[in-house]
């Protein structure tokens, strides 16, 4: 017996979620949330995971791969090193701007109101962070994406193994 084909993100839903982020609270950061899953293809677990280390250059300038140590991913062989969507990339920079003193490379990308703890004032890091980007996801799924996969974390895989190889940055 066969499964049902997942739906995925249409452009059309893509632009709404991107439009209604724009009315969040955190704006840039909830972009890049959404951004990380659709155009990198992220994990919740890889979100929360991540640091400014991972996107940024000696300089502290966002680069155009993200590398993924294994202690932030799922693999056992050296992590992995993704190319930034030109879109993700330039939300990057757009929440480092905005982060300013806060955005050194020991210091996680994602973060929230709450924060406190290890991870340093206003950022959260493992089940924490993981319930944030899923609860931010699966809120966009429901108002504009009804039907898509049931886990939102997913989405960025679907939309590039459905997207035509032209499509597919460079």
């Known amino acids: ?21 724009v009315t969040t609270r ?7 949330m ?34 993924v140590p294994n202690r932030a991913s799922k693999g056992k062989t050296g992590g992995r090193t993704i190319p930034l969507h030109p879109a993700l990339q330039t939300a990057l920079v757009t929440l480092q701007t905005a982060r300013g003193a806060m955005a050194t490379p020991e210091r996680a990308i994602l973060f ?4 406190g703890g ?4 206003g ?3 493992g089940a924490a962070c993981r319930g944030a980007v899923c609860a931010l996801l699966t809120r966009l799924r429901r108002l504009y994406a009804p039907g898509t996969l049931p886990c939102p974390c997913r989405w960025g895989i679907l939309a590039l193994e459905a997207a035509p190889a032209e499509a597919v940055w460079s």
């Open 112 to 115: 929230s109101e709450r924060g």
């Open 1 to 21: 017996m066969q499964g049902k084909q997942a739906k995925i993100v249409s452009p059309t839903q893509e632009r709404a979620i991107l439009g209604y982020l």
């Open 118 to 121: 290890a991870a340093g004032e």
């Open 26 to 32: 955190y704006p840039a950061r909830d972009r890049v």
């Open 34 to 67: 959404f951004l990380l899953s659709m155009k990198a293809g992220l994990r919740a677990k890889e979100m929360a995971a991540l640091t400014w280390a991972m996107v940024t250059d000696a300089q502290g300038q966002v680069t155009e791969v993200l590398h």
């Open 123 to 125: 950022e959260v890091r």
